[in-house]
């Protein structure tokens, strides 16, 4: 599975930003979808998780009730929903992918994820 990440830019305070991740490969839909990011300096942090079906969604604290995590199986892409962006939410976004068998769900950590696309940065100015 070949990841791509696209969508980041410069934003303000308040602003909204919809973040893709195309993936390639073997058959989408068995794959579980997650977003992390990472901030210069700081370690990479999850963000929010999909499962394969796109039925069952998990946020971290820190953007519950702002971001919206989502997938469209046909078009081999996931999507994260940024609104009311925030100058902490400043990093590189990195979407991450999991087979669907796997056990260990819903998967928050960067280890328990297999495939990783490149990154796109978003920056919020305030």
């Known amino acids: 599975v070949q990841l791509q990440a696209y969508g980041g830019g410069l934003v303000q305070a308040g602003d909204s930003l919809r973040l893709s991740c195309t993936a390639s490969g073997r058959a989408f839909s068995t794959w579980r979808m997650a977003w992390f990011r990472q901030a210069p300096g700081k370690e990479r942090d999850y963000v929010a998780s999909?499962?394969?079906?796109?039925?069952?969604?998990y946020y971290a604290d820190s953007v519950k009730g702002r971001f919206t995590i989502s997938r469209d199986n046909d078009k081999n892409t996931a999507y994260l929903q940024m609104n009311n962006l925030k100058p902490e939410d400043t990093a590189g976004y990195y979407c991450?992918?999991?087979?669907?068998?796997?056990?260990?769900?819903?998967?928050?950590?960067?280890?328990?994820?297999?495939?990783w696309g490149q990154g796109t940065l978003v920056t919020v100015s305030s």
């Open positions: 999909i499962s394969a079906s796109g039925g069952l969604t």
């Open positions: 991450a992918a999991v087979g669907a068998r796997r056990p260990d769900w819903p998967a928050r950590r960067t280890d328990q994820y297999d495939y």
